[in-house]
């Protein structure tokens, strides 16, 4: 892999939910931009998708803050979105064309001492479009664009039925991004509560791929000055949800 086949490396931590507070105090003048989300991922019962490596998620915001102002969506609002995502993928195998498309990236995920590469295609979509689907009143599919159903099919070998993939979720999400003056990068982080109450938290921060060694340095000397032993593990967002729905 060629760092220039990557758009970008995200670095991500998995953190002890009550780092939370710990987080909330250091950024609380600081946080300028949140979203809540609710959160679905769209497979077949026995996950076949995801142990094709295929990921196909949807986000509908519930409620958005920017610059301290309050937005609340509304149903027809093309701010939520629709994921499908392939991941490993080896960046060379990309046709030019995806590469092209508004939405499409390819990135390396960086957790812990797990690193692979990903490339998602993602669209706007409307909540009320997401949430009749989940609420089966229309297909699964419909929600994604024919570009999208196309880059699926290219990269991925025996697909399953598509009318046998279904609705898994809700997953509560609340994103915040802030900036610390005492570190050069933007940081994400992410609470995702399970229904059965579990919350997983993680943090996160965007880097060209030719910054990626010293960021990744510089990201866990800095989350060790405030919450030093706070990470909880090597566990995604994606495998945190799926795992409940497993059982």
């Given at each position: 892999?060629?760092?220039?086949?990557?758009?970008?490396?995200?670095?991500?931590?998995?953190?002890?939910?009550?780092?939370?507070?710990?987080?909330?105090?250091?950024?609380?003048?600081?946080?300028?931009?949140?979203?809540?989300?609710?959160?679905?991922?769209?497979?077949?019962?026995?996950?076949?998708?995801?142990?094709?490596?295929?990921?196909?998620?949807?986000?509908?915001?519930t409620l958005q803050v920017r610059k301290g102002a309050l937005w609340l969506?509304?149903?027809?609002?093309?701010?939520?979105?629709?994921?499908?995502?392939?991941?490993?993928?080896?960046?060379?195998?990309?046709?030019?064309?995806?590469?092209?498309?508004?939405?499409?990236?390819?990135?390396?995920?960086?957790?812990?001492?797990?690193?692979?590469?990903?490339?998602?295609?993602?669209?706007?979509?409307?909540?009320?479009?997401?949430?009749?689907?989940?609420?089966?009143?229309?297909?699964?599919?419909?929600?994604?664009?024919?570009?999208?159903?196309?880059?699926?099919?290219?990269?991925?070998?025996?697909?399953?039925?598509?009318?046998t993939v279904r609705s898994f979720g809700p997953i509560y999400a609340r994103?915040?991004?802030?900036?610390?003056?005492?570190?050069?990068?933007?940081?994400?982080?992410?609470?995702?509560?399970?229904?059965?109450?579990?919350?997983?938290?993680?943090?996160?921060?965007?880097?060209?791929?030719?910054?990626?060694?010293?960021?990744?340095?510089?990201?866990?000397?800095?989350?060790?000055?405030?919450?030093?032993?706070?990470?909880?593990?090597?566990?995604?967002?994606?495998?945190?949800?799926?795992?409940?729905?497993?059982?």
């Amino acid at each position: 892999m060629r760092l220039d086949q990557l758009d970008s490396v995200e670095i991500k931590r998995v953190l002890q939910p009550e780092v939370g507070l710990v987080l909330a105090e250091r950024f609380k003048s600081q946080l300028h931009h949140q979203r809540h989300w609710e959160i679905y991922f769209y497979d077949t019962p026995q996950m076949e998708l995801y142990n094709r490596g295929v990921i196909l998620r949807s986000r509908a915001v519930t409620l958005q803050v920017r610059k301290g102002a309050l937005w609340l969506p509304r149903g027809g609002d093309r701010a939520s979105d629709v994921t499908v995502k392939l991941r490993p993928i080896k960046p060379s195998v990309l046709d030019p064309y995806w590469r092209s498309c508004h939405g499409f990236k390819v990135e390396l995920d960086w957790g812990h001492n797990n690193r692979v590469v990903s490339a998602s295609y993602t669209t706007a979509q409307c909540r009320k479009n997401i949430r009749q689907v989940n609420r089966s009143e229309a297909p699964v599919m419909s929600l994604f664009s024919i570009n999208q159903l196309n880059y699926l099919s290219q990269y991925t070998v025996a697909l399953p039925a598509l009318d046998t993939v279904r609705s898994f979720g809700p997953i509560y999400a609340r994103c915040w991004k802030t900036k610390d003056p005492a570190f050069p990068y933007r940081i994400t982080v992410e609470q995702w509560c399970r229904p059965d109450g579990k919350i997983l938290l993680e943090v996160s921060i965007k880097a060209p791929p030719t910054e990626m060694l010293t960021a990744w340095e510089n990201f866990n000397d800095y989350l060790d000055l405030f919450c030093p032993d706070a990470m909880r593990g090597q566990e995604t967002k994606t495998q945190f949800a799926l795992q409940y729905f497993l059982t």
